[in-house]
């Protein structure tokens, strides 16, 4: 077992600085010669070691990919597939299906035993082994250790991340209600596990990601807000100018299509239009305006007609008479295929419940929390604060496939991100800060777009201020 602090320290010794993902690779492995063969063999101008300096790790593209024509598919969340709220079994099986599916991501990574067998079998008392469970809590004891209560089909333990060990930062970043695996070693008493190294489902080091062969351009954008008085419809129009001669074969939108109705109190007096049905024909008048030849997918947010509760359906065809054919509805979330490049397009509502429990992190850099999704592999990692699951027989907030693209919404300030080869895209909004946001003290960023060449992956922001 090699922790990270020496890890980084051997590479130091050597004049040499050493990417966090290689660390964490090295710390996983545990072969401490292999840093030696890594060090031995980086070329002499090298001054960071990353990933390609690992013999052993190949980049993996899934270069086979059944296209279809029009080259435009929703591979998941076509509108219908939502079901119903759900009953108290429903939510067994969605969280067991959570568990099973993310644990599978992490189970060839650390060979973890059932939680029971580890406190009944007195042989693993001496030696490092490791569990994967879903986490029930997470808690600070009078020491400033991280106490995690884990949970596994099989039983239940408390696993206790020592403040002055290597492990203990990711500790600090332990959502309620995700899976990961810890390796450690049992007390003796065989009541807490102490902990050595957490690993989260994450997206695999060899991953990398798919480019259109053809050429072709995406655009994405959020929250447009229509119907609120601090949308921007200025700046709306010189983006609707802009995208006439943009070329760009799609445009994406990640929810919240129009303000909506009654969606926080006294929301009435900061609306320029009170009925809903006129909130979507406004918002259709304004995208049949925009070039036909633009494929537009469109999905709900949080001020969208729709129920909360996630996956949220499509907005209903009552509301979309207005809007031209060239728009597909779909729900949130959504994995579409844009000429083999896969979007999962996920209105964000989660970022708040993130940005909440996360220490150090903020709205103004809330593109950081998609990293978070990614390495958790779940859209909203924790359940029961402010945003609503609709459990259904299977979790349809986990990132899986691995997308090429994460298009995220909701915080209003535009971010990207890249992570492990997966480009987060958090477009802004078209609304000015509201009395709301600033009391939170939130700073939108919003008129602008994102570009993406979908042959290079290459993002470009657009500015329409
Ligand atoms: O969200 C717009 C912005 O307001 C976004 O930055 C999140 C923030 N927001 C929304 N609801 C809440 C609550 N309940 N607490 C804290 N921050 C919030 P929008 O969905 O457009 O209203
Ligand atoms: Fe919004
Ligand atoms: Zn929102």
């Given at each position: 077992m090699l922790d990270m602090q020496s890890i980084v320290q051997r590479f130091l010794d050597t004049k040499l600085q050493v990417h966090p993902d290689v660390v964490r690779y090295l710390s996983e492995q545990g072969d401490p010669g292999l840093v030696d063969r890594i060090i031995a063999g980086v070329p002499e101008d090298i001054v960071v070691v990353s990933l390609q300096h690992v013999p052993g790790i190949v980049p993996e593209r899934d270069g086979t990919r059944f296209l279809t024509d029009?080259?435009?598919e929703v591979l998941s969340g076509a509108a219908g597939s939502a079901g119903n709220v759900a009953h108290v079994e429903d939510y067994m099986h969605y969280f067991r299906d959570r568990y099973t599916r993310l644990g599978s991501m992490i189970r060839n990574r650390c060979s973890p035993i059932p939680i029971e067998g580890l406190k009944k079998a007195a042989r693993y008392r001496q030696e490092q082994c490791a569990i994967v469970g879903m986490v029930m809590d997470v808690r600070t004891s009078t020491n400033g250790h991280r106490i995690v209560e884990m949970e596994d089909t099989t039983g239940n333990i408390s696993a206790l991340f020592n403040k002055d060990r290597p492990g203990f930062t990711d500790?600090?970043?332990?959502?309620?209600?995700?899976?990961?695996g810890v390796r450690g070693t049992l007390s003796t008493d065989g009541r807490m596990f102490f902990a050595d190294q957490l690993y989260r489902p994450?997206?695999?080091?060899?991953?990398?990601?798919f480019k259109s062969e053809a050429s072709g351009r995406a655009v994405f954008i959020s929250d447009v807000h229509v119907g609120s008085d601090t949308f921007l419809e200025a700046v709306w129009n010189r983006f609707a100018d802009w995208l006439d001669d943009s070329g760009a074969s799609y445009l994406l939108i990640a929810g919240d299509l129009v303000d909506g109705i009654g969606v926080y109190p006294g929301q009435e007096k900061e609306l320029t239009i009170r009925n809903i049905y006129e909130q979507y024909d406004v918002f259709g008048e304004m995208i049949?305006?925009?070039p036909d030849n633009i494929s537009i997918i469109l999905s709900p947010g949080n001020h969208d007609v729709v129920r909360g509760a996630e996956p949220q359906p499509a907005i209903p065809a009552r509301f979309t008479s207005r809007f031209p054919s060239n728009c597909t509805l779909v729900e949130n979330p959504a994995l579409i295929s844009l000429q083999g490049v896969r979007v999962l397009m996920y209105h964000g509502r989660s970022i708040d419940d993130m940005i909440g429990t996360i220490p150090g992190a903020s709205y103004q850099h809330a593109a950081e929390m998609m990293d978070g999704m990614l390495q958790r592999r779940h859209l909203a990692p924790t359940y029961g604060r402010r945003t609503p699951v609709a459990?259904?027989?299977?979790?349809?907030?986990l990132i899986d496939p691995i997308p090429e693209v994460l298009h995220t919404g909701h915080v209003h300030v535009m971010g990207m991100t890249e992570y492990r080869g997966v480009l987060g895209i958090n477009a802004?909004?078209?609304q000015s800060q509201t009395s709301f946001q600033k009391q939170m003290n939130i700073n939108p960023t919003p008129g602008i777009a994102i570009q993406l060449d979908l042959q290079t992956l290459v993002p470009q922001v657009m500015d329409f201020n």
């Open positions: 029009p080259q435009i500790a600090e970043h332990l959502l309620p209600d995700e899976v990961v994450d997206i695999p080091l060899s991953h990398a990601p049949r305006d925009l459990a259904d027989r299977n979790d349809r907030l802004g909004a078209w």
